[in-house]
């Protein structure tokens, strides 16, 4: 039993009673031993577990249900929050550190392991929450993870909302959460107001204060914040990354130790509003039938230097993230978007790559070169393509477009896989609002710069192989034999077939599409190939690129964004001898690959992989938001739609030639019950054969559309355009299935987008 130094109350003890209460026992206690000594009974017993499992999940105490001990320093059970990511290994801090002194919070190690009964945790990324097994290693504290815990900072950038009765509550604006949390402090913000918000305490129960108002939730440049809030992405550059640009900015660009090339009339070809310059191409006959060809890449790797501040802060952010309002660089603007990108007219360090081209679009041979060049002119996409549809280009144009001619009759014959997917372009207007969203146009003058891009990195990857140095390789493994088995009985059901005991390569799907003539069954076919595809990554280990039918690729044509290009840049400075003079002042003094990061390159790789899918993701959520934005004010209206995928619980479907994607619930279908087809990715009608197919299209009716989550919703229409009666139950008795007709109902097939969810359904507002 324990002993007490003096007598205690009767009532719900708090958490610095328990804990005094477990620091003065003389054994270890357990709820029964916390209950008798507080005199609780009944209700307060309850209400004492849920505070145990509270303390434990914070930490506090031991999580075994029956035994509590106080733990001194870091706990061994702990809630953590994931702070930084640094070459593919996490890093964390404990959620709730409140010492004596100013000691900072210690950091741990993280360690992924294994969840119960297989299978892994899903990566870890900055701003998640884990509940961890600590433990010492050496002078190190590593932790174990137990449980990934819901995040709680995608719940604290919210919209106020006020009940019927009053009271504050905070709606979160990621679509995947579907609560709302009690506001217990406002501090200053009214309903409808987009905030940031803290925990209130350290229990669950305790609400959010609201430390920030950020103002007009459905103001365009809130959108692109939900996002960098929500996953977590680096936009503030720390004071000591600022300070060392500064200083980079001032090394020298001059024709020691460096190619010039100022006199040949190097051309930047990119979007109208691009605020960096990465590359820059130039070509010229070479009177055998073939081109001698460049490629000027910004010089990066001279300003940002390995075991500088600059590195650690770029390398943490793997790449810019670009939305349409505004970019989070990977680097300092002062470099991004001055001096380091090609700007027309000024002298600039760059990174040379010839090419000699032949006649039949085969590169014959490649050489690598610091440079110092000035570009000619930076022209947008649109603006060189003009030109040369006019009919009298520059000379400088002609002949890239004629060297593109002979390097894309070189991928026609390697026949890379051709899948012709949209892409949506959001246009904004000065005010920041909406103007547009298209699908972006393609030109010839994309594919230009597309292809040379490609023959440079394939360059690359080869020049390195040649020097048996490090290589961070751009990989896209072939389909796996789950996937392909997965194809093959879809196919089936068109009555197609797949034999998986041939090759499996690119061409083999281009053929495949080429075969089926109609054009809703193709788009069916091309979306299932689609999904087949793995998901391309960096590594160290050449497994080539099974997409653009490629034995070795790697990144080498935008260091200014990328930050595996910058890794590629450094390996080619050591493998052929380009490092420059010494600095003079306080950076670091080489540019090429570090030892450390040559034996760290598989963690590198990792670690920019991950910041990738992050970019990625919310790049996406953010163009969900614009267009949920665009669309809120045409809830009503019927499109045109084509179903992206479909589940037991319904399917989803995109607008088509706009985007943004909406649930169908299978309740909403009308009385008949639909069973799921898994293998032909289709619900059917068990009494009329209706069916829904993913790449079907149809009219649906826009039910909802929330700017906050991105989130839409559709309704389904019967055969005359009116909206179907859900159904009440799922079994109900059989009925009208809400099509006319006899037979089975089949709707027009088309493409696959990406699955949407249920917008957020907030409080009742008064």
């Known amino acids: 039993m324990a002993k007490q130094s003096k007598p205690r109350a009767a009532g719900l003890p708090t958490r610095e009673q328990i804990l005094e209460f477990i620091q003065s026992a003389d054994s270890i206690v357990g709820k029964r031993e916390i209950g008798k000594a507080f005199g609780l009974k009944g209700q307060e017993k309850i209400a004492l577990k849920r505070l145990l499992k509270d303390m434990a999940e914070e930490g506090l105490i031991d999580g075994k249900r029956t035994a509590y001990h106080r733990m001194g320093g870091v706990p061994k059970v702990t809630v953590l929050k994931v702070m930084d990511i640094e070459d593919g290994e996490a890093f964390a801090i404990p959620e709730t550190w409140q010492p004596d002194d100013a000691t900072p919070p210690p950091r741990l190690r993280v360690i992924e392991g294994k969840k119960k009964g297989g299978g892994r945790y899903p990566a870890l990324k900055i701003g998640d929450r884990i509940l961890a097994r600590t433990e010492e290693a050496g002078s190190n504290l590593e932790a174990h993870v137990m449980k990934k815990l819901p995040a709680k900072t995608d719940g604290l950038m919210g919209v106020v909302e006020i009940d019927a009765g009053g009271k504050a509550w905070l709606a979160p604006v990621d679509k995947r959460i579907r609560t709302s949390s009690a506001i217990a402090d406002l501090g200053g913000a009214e309903a409808g107001q987009l905030v940031l918000a803290e925990p209130a305490g350290r229990g669950t129960r305790a609400g959010v204060n609201v430390i920030e108002v950020l103002g007009d939730p459905l103001a365009p440049k809130a959108f692109s914040l939900i996002a960098i809030s929500k996953h977590g992405i680096p936009n503030v550059f720390p004071s000591e990354t600022l300070a060392e640009a500064e200083r980079a900015t001032k090394l020298p660009v001059s024709t020691d ?85 090609l700007r ?109 891009m490609i023959a440079a990195n394939v360059a690359a990857a080869k020049a390195l192989e040649s020097k048996t140095a490090p290589v961070v390789y751009r990989v896209h493994e072939q389909p796996s034999r789950e996937k392909l088995v997965a194809l093959r009985e879809y196919l089936e059901t068109f009555g197609k077939n797949l034999a998986l005991g041939q090759v499996i390569t690119p061409a083999l799907f281009n053929k495949m599409l080429k075969d089926v003539e109609e054009t809703s069954e193709k788009a069916q076919v091309m979306e299932a190939v689609l999904r087949s595809q793995t998901q391309a990554y960096y590594g160290p280990n050449n497994a080539g690129h099974f997409g653009l039918a490629l034995g070795s690729y790697a990144h080498f044509t935008s260091p200014i964004r990328r930050y595996a290009d910058l890794l590629v840049h450094r390996s080619l400075v050591n493998s052929f001898d380009l490092e420059q003079a010494k600095p003079s002042f306080d950076i670091p003094p080489f540019s090429g690959l570090s030892d450390k990061d040559r034996d760290d390159l598989g963690k590198i790789c990792d670690a920019i992989s991950k910041t990738e899918r992050r970019a990625m993701e919310a790049e996406r959520d953010t163009i969900d938001r614009y267009v949920a934005a665009w669309l809120s004010g045409r809830v009503g209206e019927t499109f045109e739609t084509r179903i992206t995928g479909v589940q037991s619980f319904g399917f989803f479907a995109t607008i088509v030639g706009l985007g943004g994607d909406g649930l169908v619930p299978v309740s909403t279908l009308g009385s008949e019950f639909f069973r799921y087809d898994e293998a032909a990715q289709s619900l059917v009608g068990e009494h009329s054969g209706t069916s829904y197919s993913s790449g079907d299209t149809l009219k649906l009716q826009l039910g ?23 159904r009440g139950q799922r079994n109900a008795p059989k009925a009208k299935t809400g099509h006319r007709g006899k037979g089975p109902q089949k709707h027009m097939r088309g493409k696959r987008g990406r699955p949407g969810n249920i917008r957020h359904q907030g409080r009742k507002k008064r």
Request: contains cysteine.
């Open 257 to 341: 130790k460096r190619e010039d090339l100022r006199h040949l009339p190097i051309v930047a070809i990119d979007p109208a509003d691009a605020r960096d310059h990465d590359d820059a191409i130039w070509a010229e006959p070479d009177g055998e039938g073939g081109f001698n060809a460049l490629i000027a890449i910004a010089d990066v790797s001279y300003y940002v230097r390995p075991g500088g501040a600059l590195d650690r802060e770029a390398r943490k952010r793997g790449n810019s993230v670009y939305f349409p309002d505004r970019v989070v660089p990977m680097l300092p603007e002062v470099l991004s978007a001055d001096v380091c990108s």
């Open 344 to 452: 027309q007219g000024e002298d600039r360090a760059a990174m040379a790559c010839h090419l000699r081209v032949s006649s039949t679009g085969k590169i014959t041979s490649h050489r690598f070169s610091r440079a110092i060049v000035r570009i000619d002119e930076v022209i947008p996409y649109e603006d060189a393509q003009k030109r040369i549809d006019d009919g009298s280009p520059p000379e400088n144009l002609r002949n890239l477009w004629d060297c593109w001619k002979v390097l894309a009759a070189a991928r026609e014959a390697r026949d890379p896989l051709d899948l012709d997917l949209p892409e949506r372009r959001v246009v904004l207007d000065d005010q920041g609002k909406i103007a547009e969203i298209a699908v972006r146009e393609r030109l010839d003058a994309h594919r230009v710069v597309e292809d040379f």
């Open 704 to 726: 909802e559309a929330n700017p906050l989550t991105g989130a839409l919703k559709f309704v389904p229409l019967d055969g005359d355009g009116n909206p179907i009666e859900p």
